[in-house]
């Protein structure tokens, strides 16, 4: 198991696995006073959570489900990426796709944070790609079943 340097300055429990098999942890909103987002309102909510990834490793921030599914909130920008080299508290912008105004409390689980690795690549121009079966088709190209 990665062990991961964490600054936490939030009330309660570290971010944690719900179950065994869960990918993502919780976030939860480091808020002193509810924040009530407008209609297509967005707003950066803080966690009170810093960490220190490993070289190799991004912190990727996904909506909640049921948040999403029960009150049209989700983060915008999905999913968002936390690079290893970053040591600030992690912020997530939420959005409210509703047709009403929606609060966040205090403690409020806003988002998940899955930790995954990833590789970086180095480019080699080239003048023709090797041939595929679906070539150039994208958006809808390999159909509908």
Same mark, same amino acid.
């Given at each position: @198991?990665? +062990?991961?340097?964490?600054?936490f300055v939030g009330?309660?429990?570290?971010?944690?696995?719900?179950?065994?098999?869960?990918?993502? @942890?919780?976030?939860?909103?480091?808020?002193?006073?509810?924040?009530?987002?407008?209609?297509?309102?967005?707003?950066?909510?803080?966690?009170?959570?810093?960490?220190?990834?490993? +070289?190799?490793?991004?912190?990727?921030?996904?909506?909640?489900?049921?948040?999403?599914?029960?009150?049209?909130?989700?983060?915008?920008?999905?999913?968002?990426?936390?690079?290893?080299?970053?040591?600030?508290?992690?912020?997530?912008?939420?959005?409210?796709?509703?047709?009403?105004?929606?609060?966040?409390a205090p403690q409020?689980?806003?988002?998940?944070?899955?930790?995954?690795?990833?590789?970086?690549?180095?480019w080699k121009a080239?003048?023709?790609?090797?041939?595929?079966?679906?070539?150039?088709?994208?958006?809808?190209?390999?159909?509908?079943?």
């Open positions: @198991m990665l +062990e991961i340097p964490v600054r009330p309660g429990a570290l971010p944690h696995y719900a179950t065994p098999q869960s990918a993502g @942890m919780d976030l939860r909103a480091h808020i002193e006073e509810p924040i009530t987002l407008g209609v297509l309102e967005r707003k950066i909510i803080p966690t009170g959570l810093s960490i220190a990834l490993p +070289e190799g490793y991004e912190a990727q921030v996904r909506p909640r489900s049921g948040l999403a599914a029960k009150n049209g909130v989700t983060v915008l920008n999905a999913p968002g990426t936390i690079d290893a080299d970053y040591r600030g508290d992690i912020g997530v912008i939420l959005v409210n796709l509703s047709n009403e105004p929606f609060t966040v409020d689980r806003i988002a998940q944070l899955v930790i995954a690795q990833y590789s970086q690549v180095k080239v003048e023709a790609l090797p041939q595929s079966e679906r070539g150039q088709g994208g958006f809808g190209s390999t159909g509908k079943k």
